[in-house]
């Protein structure tokens, strides 16, 4: 299938955009597609205003261009061809013409000239098969366009095309576009890809308001609606000529090519917010007596079309106001989001407010565009996600100084909080400074404050990482989902709680709404709960689950060889950040078990914490004294587990800490606890702080699925805790 791209003015814009856009065609074109372009630049505004005077300045403008050319013999023969066409020029504009289609239609010829030179690529000028009569496009220039096409790369012209008597027209300003959709259609083109200086459509202009962000995807009838109410990335027309159920119209940026962009095609319905935006040069008018033309042009009307609002003045009693409006699918002004939008433009004068076709967009016309804050504030309640990071130790310092700094556009970080303190705020916390800001201006915490927060938040969606490893935090997942709240948790608790709790958690995440990511309680950031949706999606059957699952206790006991007290290794473990907080939350197997009962939950299999036997390294005297008493007397391990090793030694074995999960005849054996094994097994040689996963299942039964890598540690933590962030941002998408 064919694919056209299209370059604009900016995407061509000196010589060395002509060398970039170049390298993008390379990449992204194959032999067949065909490449329309606008004129460099400012090109066509010098053309506009072009005299006898200011010709030898355009002259050197477009010579100034063949600067990145390789080849004596191309730049030769591009300096002749303009050569010529600057002395038809000098001599037309001595002969008073001026301002007309044909000298409009140099810009565009030079341009594809000029890029088909750098690609050895085939030049087309659109005037030879694009027929244009009183301003349309006539039906005959598909059957043309077919008859001259090729299996070449082709560099065509946009903007321009020619009348049946084969004089110059245009198609306007910004034609250049809607050139590419008509010789995509022409074509039955698979796509076209329009680049330009923007990475896409976004929910708001990035230029005028901070913290826009692009748009993934948006469906064809949205898109034409916002360009039809000003979108400055796309014509009004160029959607037009497209089949959207089988072709799509994709946006991306020239310089930044790995930025995703927009696609727009009716391959799904996007979410019903798509845009904010806004425009002057609107005009309030007295129009009875208007034209059916004049009418068609109107963003809204009132009093039975006696007053129309136009993109320019009509009559004698034309009021200038601004366009404010909100465009998306299924809108109404009785919504939340209509709401905000009329509380806002109330601020600004409300003149008017109307529904746009279809429901797909809410317009308000104001006297004046309200206050830059007003409208931030609108975007974050419309289209923004706030985060609240609970819990502020090691993971989530290591997200926050890691992560956070480089939060996408979407995200707004609202809340930070701690057992103890807490910072909200509605104009956002710097994650760079969050450290500074946390300790200057945090407060106390009490019970129930978190759910107020949330209640007051100005965002579309909000977000809490819970980071703490409290049971208290996970009692309260309800309420948050509740209150709709998205979850993203390290936190165990939730997950291996009480069945019946773990029952009602799921219950109201189905009536909610809301989404709760977990991927980091199990194996930090491998891909464990993942593999297994993944086989159960597929049809199989988990039979299994074995392996080392506490990264703590791997690094303890691939380092415990008898040569340092194992206390001494504890205290180690706990300085690098590899412990909880309380060691013993390690050492009990509970962090163990419950990452177990999580993956057999994960399974479908309704086990409680209970069901698993669990080999408590800490001493029954140890268990119940407090933390630092604990820290005073960790050398009571040492004697007990030296005693194992030695064991373990003498039989040619390996001393591990290991998990085992099978479904059997009477039901499930689960267990946790040390295991000597051969130096053999693979459980028994792991990088220190590694996780081992070994999946079973029907699929898998004589070659279990490996699954293996960091298992503790901050950082890895904090790394799957943003593919969990990542996630949830594509689910809202």
């Known amino acids: 299938m064919r694919h056209i791209h299209k370059f604009g003015g900016s995407s061509l814009a000196d010589a060395d955009c002509y060398l970039k856009v170049a390298a993008l065609v390379r990449r992204h074109c ?33 010579q100034a261009l063949f600067a990145g050319i390789d080849g004596v013999d191309k730049v030769a023969r591009l300096s002749a061809a303009l050569a010529d066409d600057i002395n038809a020029i000098e001599k037309a504009l001595q002969q008073g013409i ?6 409009l239609s140099f810009g565009e010829i030079w341009s594809a000239r000029l890029l088909a030179t750098l690609l050895d690529a085939r030049f087309l000028d659109a005037r ?33 095309g020619a009348d049946r008597q084969g004089q110059t027209r245009t198609l306007g300003r910004n034609g250049s576009d809607y050139s590419a959709t008509l010789v995509a259609s022409f074509l039955e083109a698979a796509s076209v890809t329009v680049w330009t200086d923007v990475s896409g459509i976004y929910t708001a202009d990035p230029r005028k308001l901070e913290g826009a962000y692009t748009q993934s995807h948006l469906a064809g009838k949205v898109a034409t609606e916002l360009a039809r109410l000003g979108s400055p990335v796309l014509h009004p027309r160029t959607l037009g000529p497209l089949d959207l159920t089988r072709q799509q119209l994709i946006i991306r940026c020239t310089f930044a090519p790995d930025e995703g962009g927009t696609r727009i095609s009716t391959e799904r319905a996007n979410k019903n917010l798509a845009s904010l935006t806004w425009r002057s040069g609107v005009y309030r008018c007295q129009a009875a007596d208007a034209s059916a033309d004049v009418r068609a042009q109107a963003y809204a009307e009132e009093d039975d079309g006696a007053v129309l609002y136009l993109p320019f003045a009509f009559g004698d009693q034309a009021e200038a106001v601004t366009l404010l409006a909100l465009v998306g699918q299924g809108l109404d002004w009785q919504s939340p989001a209509g709401q905000a939008l009329a509380n806002v433009a ?72 701690n057992s103890k303190k807490q910072l909200f705020s509605l ?19 009490f019970s129930g404050d978190l759910l107020e927060a949330f209640k007051k938040a100005p965002f579309a969606h909000l977000l809490l990482l819970d980071l703490t490893a409290s049971k208290a935090v996970a009692d309260q997942y309800p309420k948050f989902l509740n209150a709709g709240v998205h979850l993203v948790s390290a936190n165990k608790q939730a997950g291996s709680a009480p069945l019946g709790e773990y029952d ?35 049809g199989d059957d988990l039979e299994g689950v074995g392996g080392v699952f506490s990264g703590t206790l791997c690094w303890l006991f691939q380092n415990f060889d008898g040569t340092k007290p194992f206390s001494e290794l ?21 962090d163990a078990a419950r990452k177990l009962l999580i993956l057999a939950r994960e399974a479908g299999w309704r086990l409680e914490l209970d069901n698993i036997h669990i080999d408590n390294l800490v001493p029954e005297h140890l268990r119940d004294i407090s933390r630092d008493a604990f820290f005073e007397r960790l ?28 479904q059997e005849a009477d039901g499930f054996r689960a267990t946790v606890g040390l295991e000597t094994l051969d130096a053999t097994h693979p459980f028994a040689n792991l990088t220190a702080g590694d996780n081992i996963f070994a999946i079973q299942s029907r699929y898998y039964r004589e070659n279990p699925l490996i699954i293996r890598g960091p298992g503790a540690g901050p950082h890895v933590t904090a790394a799957g805790v943003q593919s969990d962030v990542i996630q949830l941002l594509s689910w809202l998408a």
């Open 30 to 62: 194959q032999k067949g597609d065909l490449v329309v372009v606008s004129a460099s630049g400012d090109t066509t505004d010098h053309l506009l205003n072009l005299s006898l005077d200011s010709l030898p300045a355009l002259k050197a403008q477009q």
């Open 98 to 103: 001026s301002h007309n289609d044909w000298l």
């Open 128 to 160: 030879e098969f694009l027929v244009i009569e009183d301003g349309i496009v006539q039906s005959e220039s598909a059957e043309r366009l077919q008859a001259i096409a090729s299996d070449e790369l082709t560099i065509v012209t946009g903007f321009i």
């Open 346 to 417: 109330q601020q600004g004068g409300l003149v008017h407010q109307a529904k746009g076709p279809e429901g797909l967009s809410l317009i308000a016309f104001v006297r004046e565009l309200p206050a830059k804050p007003l409208l931030a504030r609108l975007h974050d309640q419309l289209f923004a996600v706030g985060v609240v990071v609970l819990g502020v130790g090691n993971i989530g310092g290591c997200w926050l100084d890691g992560f956070a700094p480089r939060l996408k556009d979407r995200l707004r970080l609202y809340g930070l909080a």
């Open 427 to 445: 104009n956002g916390i710097k994650p760079a400074d969050w450290r500074n800001e946390f300790a200057a201006r945090s407060e106390p915490r």
């Open 504 to 538: 009602r958690l799921h219950v109201t995440l189905r009536q909610s709404g809301r989404r709760w990511f977990y991927n980091t309680t199990v194996g930090a950031g491998l891909p464990v709960q993942a593999a297994i949706r993944d086989l159960l999606g597929c």
């Open 570 to 590: 504890v205290k180690e473990a706990h300085a690098k950040g590899f412990t909880e907080p309380d060691p013993r939350d390690d050492l009990n197997g509970l």
């Open 635 to 662: 050398a009571e391990l040492d004697e007990p587990l030296l005693a194992a090793l030695n064991k373990a030694k003498a039989e040619g074995k390996l001393l591990r800490y290991v998990g085992n999960l099978r």
